[in-house]
């Protein structure tokens, strides 16, 4: 069983940054088996993909509405997934998921949120204009 937990959810004003992190834990958990997602769902709509990353950082990737402004960085040491949010706009705003799926080392991680096998309990996120 793996535990996510999620944190640094919060209210800011259009243009501001936030960071968000996902603690990974398990009594069998390996952080290098797993590729980390983050995902975002707004009330109404569907949940939609935000970046996900593999064991090595070169395999990261944004949806194209927040690349260039959001990064996803690991620290394997710590089992945790960062993603540092800069530039927010109001249509940032939603709950956000970290996510887990296995994964070999080399392999990058999925967009789909059907191959996470492993979710958080949601940081909700609020981007006044």
């Known amino acids: 069983q793996v535990q996510l937990v999620e944190s640094g959810g919060g209210l800011v004003q259009a243009g501001g940054s936030l960071r968000l992190s996902c603690a990974a834990s398990?009594?069998?958990?390996?952080?290098?088996?797993?590729?980390m997602g983050w995902f975002r769902q707004a009330p109404g709509k569907e949940r939609e993909f935000v970046a996900t990353i593999g064991w090595i950082a070169v395999n990261t990737k944004y949806a194209d509405s927040v690349k260039g402004r959001f990064t996803l960085f690991r620290d394997n040491a710590a089992n945790t997934v960062y993603l540092q949010m800069n530039t927010l706009k109001p249509e940032d705003t939603a709950v956000y998921y970290c996510?887990?799926?296995?994964?070999?080392?080399?392999?990058?991680?999925?967009?789909?949120?059907?191959?996470?096998?492993?979710w958080g309990q949601g940081t909700q996120v609020t981007v006044s204009s």
């Open positions: 398990g009594r069998t958990f390996t952080f290098s088996s797993y590729a």
């Open positions: 996510a887990a799926h296995a994964a070999s080392p080399s392999a990058s991680g999925s967009r789909d949120y059907r191959n996470y096998a492993y």
